[in-house]
């Protein structure tokens, strides 16, 4: 199954996702898709330098599933962490989606 890595920035506690040039965003559409296990290895080694910078803590690689060109979260816990905070949807990251 396809995964991706999320983590929580440092500087503002946001959720947020490693995109494929290695730079984190906040929207899981941006986030690289890491096809299997060799991938997320890969990409987990990087991300240690980030760890070490203090960029992020919290990282986590977790199952997606990729339909054309929609990205969705399997595990409960992680769509609401890519959707934003469970409060109105006036709120929070969502807002602006």
């Known amino acids: 199954m396809s995964q991706v890595i999320s983590a929580n920035r440092l500087s503002d506690g946001i959720v947020v996702f490693r995109a494929s040039n290695g730079a984190w965003v906040e929207q899981l559409r941006d986030a690289e898709i890491l096809p299997d296990s060799v991938a997320v290895k890969a ?14 803590i919290e990282v986590a690689a977790f199952d997606v599933a990729v339909k054309g060109d929609h990205v969705e979260p399997v595990h409960l816990r992680d769509k609401i962490r890519a959707k934003g905070p469970t409060i109105h949807p006036g709120h929070g990251k969502q807002a602006a989606l």
């Open 43 to 56: 990409a987990l080694d990087l991300v240690e330098l980030d760890i070490k910078a203090n960029h992020v």
